[in-house]
């Protein structure tokens, strides 16, 4: 690979959608690689749903989407990178896709059955635990019930271009070709006397000859089976007494008849709210419109990555991200499997690492698309002394105590509810092997369903990775702790007799006693962990447990109040011997704010005593909006401390509010409370609280209203993000100098203070980045010192970020395999301002790269003066390693510096708040 694309440097994400498409992506690849990124690292290319506002939905995945461009388009644009010296990463969705009509291989199997080539690709579970009978597969589509939709005249038979389809507000199924002959039997019935009986009995015996055929799939091809669709869907087509046959089981006088045609069916149409206990497949966390895949069958995987394995073969991109690995039965399998495939491609995964956590070492794979390191080094910037201050201010605020621990257990326990399908088959499998193995042991299967949903409950990470060919000791501690945690919330005999089976079933010298059948439901469980916790942890809890939002994000415990320099310092020593080619991110298309928002966010705990000042004083002006006399429904102060931060977070510079800005906050507290699912839920949303929310944002923005508010909240923000400048810009050297590769996503090169999606999907203005880049290389070559002083008399606009992401990205590229390889060596600081400093340099043979930002600003100064000279950082120093160099290069400034062995932080940051010294040892 290294001979035929360039070195891994640093990735751009882009969100290819109908507003970035493949024809605007290749206008962009020049100004990227001038920005220093060196491989684009593109969002999902599959066919997706129409409509799609992200691409994971895919419904096809070997064919390109239609609404990003065309094949020819798709080429060009690879090409075109490659001739430029940039590589590509692929975003692939191999896990699940989307339960839809669109989806043509799911509606192959819908029509056909056990005859589909495609029945064992969808995670699809046919057949009872209890009494084994077959099971439509559940398609929960419909408002209301069943009945009352045929009633409605909502639900219809139709004649499709190539088979018969029940039809629901534009959706349209499949029918079965097994009940073409039932179809085909009412008509009969009810048409004998009719002078078109000739056209019935040939499509009667049409039906019955599709039937048999269908029913007998095993000694006929599917292919003869289509072909005798084609002949019966013709006839309908030729005769127009047979259509009108068709039409009339729509009428209101035949709804019975149309109720037993559905009724047959391969699928069984249900309320939209359908109970978890009805879905009958497994989905990608709890969302009804994505059904999984079944990777575990290899044939699967090659099907599906046909598409991506063509555009590898021809050399058009450079590798791939797995997205949702956790969702796998058996992720190293696949991983195999595909690094067998394609073993010089660069590989990461979409993976969320908790606490010390670690990726399997048996992964053959570079490493995961980052998530730890963004909790790392956003956690660097807070302030863990504040933390019982942060905590009474909240709980003051909004009047109760929340404990994260308990939050999360109730949060995960009913996001494991959702899985009741699966655990009352796993249930029941456990049972009867008690009954046979354990006579003694009395159990209920309900007893057991809910030991399970505890055991889910308290799970303590996202998954592990137990199977027949490796159990770690790390995955036998993780399932012991777990049910430590349950047992604290129950003491249930089925829990202990779990706990005692799954532990000896990890167990090898307890393996013949208790064999692959526990080990597999135990495999099977692992697969709704991590949904179970997505569900929960952020789409949840996040939105409830509202102390400090910067710490509410993928990947992060708000529990862990920030984290010290030693343990910065050692995580990077770690990932550099392990996983040295996993991504830095600091902001994603999945995070919950950006790495903007987080950075402002962050200075509150630098400044709580402010902090509570300002929002105990916000409420008090706000109350008359927030609890107008004729209204019963108040806000949550919870929601209302969760609105606060997000203000302060995301207030643009100046004090201009334009309607854009406020239907941003509107539309994102919409969607936190329904995520809180307290007072309203995406099932059951409660409008009125959601009119009062609404309202509640537009009244406090509105100058008219709240003048006196939004002059203190513009105030306090601004001194708030002055600090936030000085944390991004120095998260940025920090992306870029770690070990890992760096990875940036789209529009955040400048300020970008963007919350969870959609939001962060937003159109982002190339055409005004291009030029604030080629700005920046005239000014820096027509101002000569003075260009520094620019930038940061002017820290609002964003230049200055990216200038130093671009400087940043430049000196990477020069240093690439010191970044890459180098040592990491972690230093320590001494004087009044020692913990207001993170510094480390990265060495290989006589090469030295220093790095020296600030953290903590506002404890070096209050008054929005940089921390730069001997003034502001007074006597802290930094102690270089022994065999450091005596003179540096300052990137950023252009300067030499002399050094001794304790380094003046006030003269590394004379003249710019950021030191990146290059350095040699002759």
């Known amino acids: 690979m290294a001979g035929r694309w360039p070195k891994l440097v640093a990735t751009y994400r882009l969100q290819l959608l109908p507003h970035l498409k493949l024809s605007k992506v290749a206008q962009l690849l020049t100004y990227l690689k001038n920005l220093g990124i060196t491989h684009i690292y593109a969002s999902p290319i599959a066919k997706a749903r129409r409509g799609s506002s992200h691409g994971y939905d895919t419904v096809d995945p070997n064919k390109l989407n239609p609404a990003i461009g065309s094949g020819r388009e798709l080429v060009a644009v690879l090409r075109k990178a490659r001739s430029l010296g940039l590589g590509w990463i692929q975003d692939i969705v191999p896990n699940h896709m989307a339960f839809h009509p669109e989806n043509t291989l799911l509606m192959n199997v819908l029509e056909f059955g056990g005859c589909s080539p495609f029945v064992h690709f969808f995670d699809i579970a046919w057949y009872s635990p209890i009494s084994h009978r077959f099971i439509p597969l559940s398609v929960p589509v419909l408002r209301k019930n069943i009945q009352p939709e045929i009633a409605k005249g909502n639900l219809r038979l139709e004649v499709g271009k190539k088979r018969l389809e029940v039809s629901y507000e534009g959706l349209r199924f499949p029918l079965a070709v097994t009940s073409y002959a039932q179809i085909a039997k009412l008509i009969a019935m009810s048409e004998e006397k009719l002078e078109a009986s000739r056209d ?202 929340i404990t994260w621990a308990k939050l999360t257990y109730e949060c995960r326990y009913r996001a494991a509810e959702d899985y009741i399908f699966e655990i009352r088959r796993i249930a029941s499998v456990i049972k009867e092997w008690i009954a046979a193995n354990l006579p003694r042991e009395s159990l209920t299967r309900s007893g057991i369903e809910k030991a399970l949903l505890g055991f889910l409950a308290a799970f303590p990470t996202y998954r592990t990775y137990v199977g027949p060919e490796q159990i770690t000791n790390e995955d036998r501690k993780q399932i012991s702790r777990a049910f430590r945690e349950a047992r604290l919330h129950s003491q249930s005999k089925e829990l202990r007799i779990l706990e005692k089976i799954f532990l000896r079933s990890l167990n090898k010298h307890q393996s013949e006693r208790y064999p692959n059948i526990i080990l597999s439901c135990l495999m099977r469980l692992q697969q709704f962990t991590p949904g179970i916790v997505a569900k929960a942890i952020e789409d949840k809890a996040f939105y409830i447990f509202n102390r400090l939002l910067s710490l509410n994000e993928v990947g992060c415990d708000p529990a862990t109040f920030g984290y010290t320099l030693d343990e910065f310092h050692r995580f990077n020593s770690l990932r550099l011997r392990a996983w040295p080619l996993s991504m830095n991110p600091t902001s994603t298309h999945d995070t919950k704010r950006s790495e903007d928002v987080r950075a402002r966010l962050n200075v509150l705990s630098e400044v709580p005593d402010r902090w509570r000042s300002h929002v105990t004083k916000w409420r008090s002006l706000n109350r008359h909006l927030r609890d107008p006399r004729s209204s019963h429904l108040k806000i949550d102060p919870n929601d209302e401390y969760h609105l606060y931060q997000t203000l302060l977070g995301t207030l643009p510079s100046g004090s201009n509010l334009n309607d854009a800005y406020v239907k941003r906050i509107k539309t994102y507290m919409i969607k936190a409370v329904r995520e809180a699912g307290v007072h309203t839920s995406w099932l059951r949303p409660h409008k009125l609280y959601e009119k009062r929310i609404g309202q509640f944002v537009e009244n406090i923005l509105n100058p008219q209203l709240s003048q006196e508010f939004l002059c203190d909240a513009f105030d306090f923000t601004k001194k708030v993000a002055f600090y936030g400048y000085l944390n991004s810009l120095a998260q940025v050297v920090l992306k870029v100098t770690c070990p890992g590769i760096p990875d940036f996503y789209q529009g955040c090169e400048t300020w970008n203070y963007s919350l969870v999606d959609p939001d962060n999907r937003r159109r982002i203005d190339f055409d005004d980045l291009r030029a604030r880049l080629r700005a920046l290389s005239r000014l820096r070559q027509t101002s000569g010192t003075g260009f520094l002083r620019d930038l940061l008399k002017s820290l609002d606009d964003g230049r200055i970020k990216m200038f130093v992401t671009g400087a940043c990205l430049q000196c990477r590229k020069r240093q690439s395999d010191l970044l890459l390889k180098g040592e990491y060596v972690g230093l320590k600081a001494i004087g009044r301002f020692k913990h207001c400093v993170i510094s480390f340099a990265r060495k290989l043979d006589q090469d030295w790269l220093l790095v020296v930002v600030p953290r903590f600003a506002s404890k070096l100064n209050q008054d929005g003066r940089l921390p730069v000279g001997m003034e502001v950082w007074k006597d802290t120093k930094i102690e270089l390693p022994q065999g450091a160099p005596n003179y540096w290069l300052d990137i950023f400034t252009g300067e030499s510096l002399n050094t001794c062995k304790q380094a003046q932080v006030g003269k590394l940051l004379v003249n710019f708040p950021l030191g990146l010294l290059m350095g040699k040892v002759d």
């Open 200 to 401: 019935i009995r040939a499509f009667v015996s049409a039906c019955k000859l599709l039937k048999e055929a269908s029913e007998c799939w095993r000694k006929t091809s599917l292919k003869q089976v289509e072909q005798l669709r084609d002949r019966t869907i013709a006839l309908v087509r030729n005769s127009k007494s047979l259509r009108l046959a068709l039409k009339r089981f729509n009428s209101p006088g035949r709804s019975a008849q149309l109720r037993l045609i559905l009724d047959s069916q391969n699928f069984s149409l249900r309320p939209r709210k359908v109970a978890p206990s009805r879905i009958n497949y497994r989905r990608f966390a709890n969302l009804n419109g994505f059904i999984a895949l079944r990777n575990e069958d290899e044939s699967v995987p090659c099907y599906t990555h046909r598409f991506v394995s063509m555009l590898l073969k021809q050399n058009l991109i450079t590798g791939l991200r797995i997205d949702h690995i956790d969702g796998f039965f058996a992720p190293h399998r696949y991983l195999k499997w595909l690094k067998s495939k394609f073993p010089e491609t660069f590989i990461v995964v979409e993976k969320i690492l908790t606490g010390r956590e670690s990726l399997p070492h048996s992964w053959k794979i570079e490493g995961t698309t980052g998530y730890d390191f963004l909790t790392m080094v956003n956690g660097i910037f807070v302030n863990k002394a504040a933390r019982s201050k942060m905590d009474e201010i909240y709980r003051d605020f909004i009047g109760k105590q």
